[in-house]
């Protein structure tokens, strides 16, 4: 189970848009994400190169965490908006839920509940 400690340092920095340190700092090695109900992906290495890859395309990604946060032993689900900006100025907003498992004070396993249709992206304005 995280500290309150940890799991405020974690937020901060997936807020100030470090998603892809965030993943090197808080994941266990062996770490696993799924996408809604798709098979889950790893370990941390290929997580942390997915999240650059998706990241590169955008011109500026926006991050906040909707609190509360909830934590039920070694159980933590935070709801994320982000907003992205692309090259074209087009962007796509996404909100999702992240269900986590955490060993100590890592996250071992990680599953995103979102609508895909959010990335349709909206043309620039």
């Not at 090259?87 to 996250?107: F, H, I, K, M, N």
Request: aromatic share 12%; glycine share 2%; hydrophobic share 35%.
């Amino acid at each position: 189970m995280p500290t309150t400690q940890t799991l405020e340092r974690f937020i901060a920095r997936v807020e100030s848009n470090a998603h892809a340190e965030a993943i090197e700092e808080f994941y266990t090695e062996s770490a696993t994400m799924r996408e809604n109900h798709k098979p889950p992906r790893g370990p941390r290495s290929a997580l942390v190169e997915n999240e650059r890859r998706v990241l590169a395309r955008a011109k500026s990604v926006q991050s906040q965490c909707v609190r509360p946060v909830f934590v039920s032993g070694d159980r933590v689900v935070i709801r994320w908006i982000f907003r992205f900006v692309y090259p074209d100025d087009s962007t796509t907003e996404l909100e999702e839920l992240a269900y986590q498992r955490w060993e100590g004070e890592r996250v071992a396993e990680e599953q995103f509940f979102y609508d895909p249709v959010q990335f349709t992206r909206k043309p620039a304005a």
